[in-house]
């Protein structure tokens, strides 16, 4: 139903999320214009398999001969998704984590400089969160993908204003600035160990309740 309604309104781009995994999902019936992994971590085990590696090789299920991106990987991950690659002849990205330099907070936005080798870019990003830096740095790399795809709307300007606004309740979500209120669902040991680390760079010297 959700495709009919794409094609009926005729969208320039669905964005198409995966529900678990990507192998045996119901959104593999799509061929994709260009498919984005983030970061594989250990969650939905009793679907996908208690391993990095089988979790992987179930998220390498989108990749399809079209362009991918991914964020940067842990190496068992970051093999499986090169095999995949290679195999259906699909051109593989990835973000290297080396490349995001955290600059510094302010008032529930972080600065963070993109080292790209061919152009990189400062961007004020509105998501707070370790893992946001990365998941920030993924996304231009998408975009700019997409751009070179023959999508020509997409600028730097844009990008750089999109991610200054972007929202994700629940989220590492400021609900208050005094006092200091922040609230986050981090579901499983990566985004809690994620929380934690990204509170203590934010908030050094504050006391948390």
Do not use: C
Not at 12 to 38: K, M
Not at 64 to 81: D, H
Not at 108 to 116: E, H, L, R, T, V
């Amino acid at each position: 139903m959700g495709f009919m309604h794409f094609s009926h309104e005729k969208v320039d781009v669905a964005i198409i999320e995966v529900g678990i995994g990507g192998l045996d999902d119901a959104t593999n019936i799509i061929n994709p214009i260009l498919s984005v992994i983030a970061s594989i971590t250990k969650d939905h085990t009793a679907q996908l398999g208690n391993s990095i590696t089988s979790i992987a090789k179930h998220k390498a299920g989108i990749i399809k001969g079209s362009p991918v991106v991914s964020t940067s990987q842990l190496p068992e991950a970051r093999k499986v998704l090169i095999e995949k690659a290679n195999e259906v002849n699909s051109e593989l990205e990835f973000l290297q984590s080396k490349d995001v330099k955290y600059i510094n907070y302010s008032e529930g936005k972080q600065k963070i400089y993109y080292d790209f080798k061919t152009d990189p870019m400062e961007v004020e990003l509105s998501l707070l969160g370790i893992h946001q830096m990365l998941n920030g740095g993924t996304a231009i790399l998408a975009l700019r993908k997409l751009k070179s795809l023959g999508f020509s709307k997409i600028s730097d300007n844009l990008i750089k204003s999109s991610l200054s606004k972007v929202s994700w309740p629940g989220r590492m979500e400021i609900i208050s600035f005094s006092p200091l209120i922040l609230i986050d669902g981090a579901h499983n040991l990566d985004g809690a160990i994620s929380l934690k680390e990204s509170i203590e760079l934010y908030f050094p010297k504050r006391k948390i309740i």
